[in-house]
């Protein structure tokens, strides 16, 4: 199996030290470039393109994450890029998946959950910390929602990265009734993707 190659994104070389230490560990994931500015991001993957970037939200002057995460998705629908911060702000999130993130941690999230997003953004799942999905469960839980509570569950389900079969076989439905859902969640919420929905339910709810 080819070893899912990382490009790194943070202006803290120590960040990037101890992260590309923690990666090393895991046999089928490789950090093959390291940038300190959004601006080097784009040079380094016009270059050699990665499985999976990385990315901090604040970094020096010049190219926040957020506007090197747009540039780099305008090159590259399918990159996959998973965000990598100490922000943890409901407008943060939003604008980092409304940017085309494909998943949201925390820099003190355990290890297992880093590997296991960087793993499933290569399979295109959407993964954020726990913290934040825990966060976004309550939010989704109030009684005016415009979700049912069928659907605020299978939606806060949706952060930890889980496929449809694997929605089914935790909320004990079959995976036609998980499609059926998530199209209900789409139309209600008027987007066409997990991210998005996720982004979308945070937004809403900050504005009530």
Known sequence: MNAITVLLVDD???VRSGLR????????????AEAASGEDALDLLAQHPVSVVVMDLAMGPGMDGIEAIRK?????????????????????????VDAGAMGYLLKDAAPEEIFAAIRGAVQGKSVMSAPVASRLFQQLRNPDEILTPREAELLSLLTEGLSNRELG?????????VKTH?????AK?????RAAAIA???RREGMR
């Not at 998530?182 to 789409?186: E, N, S």
């Open 12 to 14: 803290h070389l120590v």
């Open 21 to 32: 230490a923690l990666l090393g560990t895991q046999a089928d994931i490789d950090v093959v």
């Open 72 to 96: 780099i998705r305008e090159r590259n629908k399918r990159q996959a890029i998973l965000v990598f911060t100490t922000y943890d702000s409901d407008a943060d999130i939003v604008r980092a």
């Open 169 to 177: 076989q935790r909320l004990f439905i079959s995976e036609a009734t």
């Open 182 to 186: 998530l199209a209900h969640i789409y």
């Open 189 to 193: 919420l008027g987007v066409d993707t």
């Open 200 to 202: 979308t339910a945070i």
